[in-house]
């Protein structure tokens, strides 16, 4: 079982071509926009189309949920989908993911569904202010959101959103949320094997800027809070029959952690595991969705993953700063766009501070605004 077809080709599929050919994998790609296969990291090479790629391929996986659906039920005819179609959905439509919660008894913000003027005045009734409105489908790095902080806005945000229902598809719908007061935002990546395996990698601290992931930081963590991660990865995972990397998004809120979204993917929040970890998130996919074990998911070093967004370049200085790896994802420049990440690792968490502080000072600080900020604060609570 070595051929492997990945639903999507972006750097998620690439990092996996990257991590699956010292294994014998071979990695290919079903970029959606050109229905083609082809190679993740020299998307030039083409390999056919989706009937091909899914008749060559012994397993096949998705780096993203919002796949289209028959693409998703093509796949899944040739038994050879990991995760399920169904797993892979639900992380594409909040609605799925909140009754999935709920079905497990893990703890998320209290909301309600709306399609229509009653659903909204209801859900006013029964959350209280600050409210997050934030499309069922195609939400994605905090986009196809909407904020009421005051009674005086209720008209417009009803407003622009009936005209956004209006102008949606038919299955298109709202989720109105809790805005929960939270302490910090925290990630759990897990990796579940066909014989239900599990491994889990320590909890992830994650920092946006401007809605889009900025810094996660991996270093020792509570182990109160990691048991509660771990239990809820569990629960999650089993009921789905999950096999693959599913990462958990959480709002930590004092000891207690509510989930607030599922990946059914590798994910953003997991990519410090290339350097800090005993087995990334990738390899460890490809091993799960292979039927081959699990490798280990300890944290060998405290690290840090600051995402390059919007730049197709840093200055090379950066590579002065030890135990620094750059990842670029060969991907056309643009705006707000995911180009490439930097992983930097310590021998202790003092070190990594310090080592994040210099590459805020080398790093333009337009294209990285909190990172100075972050660094600072980082290395005031190691000293
Ligand atoms: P999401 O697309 O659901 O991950 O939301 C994007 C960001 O909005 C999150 O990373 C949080 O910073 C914030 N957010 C989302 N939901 C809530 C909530 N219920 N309470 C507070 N902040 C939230």
Same mark, same amino acid.
Not at 66 to 70: L, T
Not at 138 to 143: A, I, L, P, S, W
């Given at each position: 079982?070595n ?62 949920e ?5 693409v ?5 005819? !040739?038994?050879? %989908?990991?995760?399920?179609?169904? /797993?892979?959905?639900i ?6 993911? $909140? @009754? +999935? ?11 309600y ?11 006013l009734?029964?959350l ?9 489908l ?6 196809g959101?909407?904020?009421?902080k ?14 956004f ?8 719908g ?11 935002e ?5 990796v ?21 992931l !900025?810094?996660? %930081?991996?270093?020792p963590?509570? /182990? ?9 990865? $569990? @629960? +999650?995972?089993?009921k ?46 490809l ?19 600051i995402?390059?967004i ?9 590579l ?37 502080q210099k590459?805020?000072?080398i790093?333009?600080?337009q ?14 609570k190691?000293?």
């Open positions: 079982m051929k492997v077809l990945v639903l999507g080709a972006g750097q998620l599929a690439r990092m996996m071509e990257l991590a699956g050919t010292p294994l014998n994998l071979d990695v290919k790609a079903f970029d959606v926009r050109s229905d083609k296969v082809v190679s993740p990291i020299y998307p030039d090479r083409i390999y056919g189309d989706l009937q091909q790629g899914i008749a060559n391929a012994d397993v096949i996986t998705a780096e993203f919002h796949v289209k659906h028959d998703l039920a093509e796949c899944e005819q !040739s038994g050879k %989908l990991f995760p399920t179609s169904e /797993s892979i959905k992380g594409g439509d909040r609605r799925l993911e $909140k @009754a +999935l919660l709920e079905s497990c008894n893990a703890a998320n913000a209290k909301h569904f709306i399609n229509t003027k009653a659903d909204f005045d209801n859900a009734a029964q209280s202010l600050p409210i997050i409105f934030k499309t069922a195609e939400g994605y790095d905090g986009k959101q909407w904020r009421l005051s009674a005086a806005d209720i008209d417009s945000v009803w407003q622009e959103m009936s005209e229902l209006a102008s949606a598809k038919e299955t298109q709202i989720v109105a949320e809790q805005m929960v007061p939270f302490d910090r925290l990630s759990l990546v897990g579940r094997r066909v014989n239900g395996d599990v491994a889990v990698y320590p909890l992830t601290e994650n920092h946006h800027t401007n809605g889009i !900025s810094v996660s %930081l991996a270093a963590v509570d /182990s109160q809070l990691q048991d509660q991660a771990g239990t809820v990865f $569990k @629960a +999650l995972s089993g789905l029959n999950y096999v693959g990397v599913l990462a958990i998004e959480f709002f930590q809120v004092g000891e207690q952690l509510l989930v607030n979204e599922i990946a059914p993917r590798v994910h953003n929040s997991g990519h410090w595991t290339q350097q800090g970890a005993d087995t990334c998130q990738f390899e460890n996919h091993r799960a969705i292979c039927d081959l074990p699990l490798g280990g998911t300890q944290l060998i070093r405290p690290t840090a993953m995402n390059i919007g730049e197709d370049s840093v200055s090379d200085d950066v002065s700063i030890p135990s620094v790896t750059m990842h670029w994802y060969k991907k056309g420049k643009r705006a707000g766009r995911k180009m490439g990440h930097i992983n930097v690792s310590g021998d202790n968490e003092q070190q990594l501070a310090e080592r994040l590459l805020a000072s790093l333009c600080k294209a990285f605004p909190d990172l100075a900020d972050f660094a600072n604060a980082y290395v005031n190691t000293k």
